[in-house]
């Protein structure tokens, strides 16, 4: 399972809003020796919910295959990205080929 959640794989992030409705959106997450980080930028309504209920849920699904997945439930630790290094190796990681990049709508 360790070796699936190194690789950049595409993930879904399910959160839960203040009224009780679950809600999901895609998202990129690097692991990071035993734990799961996530860019949460604090206007993000994924943020918000998180604040008021830390309940999470996580399925990373392999490039290519999406029947193999790997689906987390938990609570999440909010904290501040001190001097930015942490989403710095998010996005250095996300920088490996493993993925064709989406295109964006014009």
Not at 86 to 104: G, V
């Amino acid at each position: 399972m360790v070796e699936f959640l190194q690789q950049p794989n595409p993930a879904v992030m399910g959160t839960v809003r203040a009224d009780g409705m679950p809600v999901t959106v895609a998202t990129w997450y690097l692991w990071d020796g035993g734990r799961i980080l996530l860019n949460l930028d604090a206007e993000r309504s994924r943020f918000v919910h998180l604040r008021h209920d830390p309940r999470v849920s996580l399925t990373v699904i392999e490039a290519g295959n999406w029947y193999r997945h790997v689906s987390l439930q938990g609570r999440v630790t909010l904290q501040d990205d001190t001097g930015l290094a942490d989403i710095a190796s998010a996005l250095e990681a996300l920088r490996r080929p493993a993925l064709p990049r989406p295109r964006r709508r014009e």
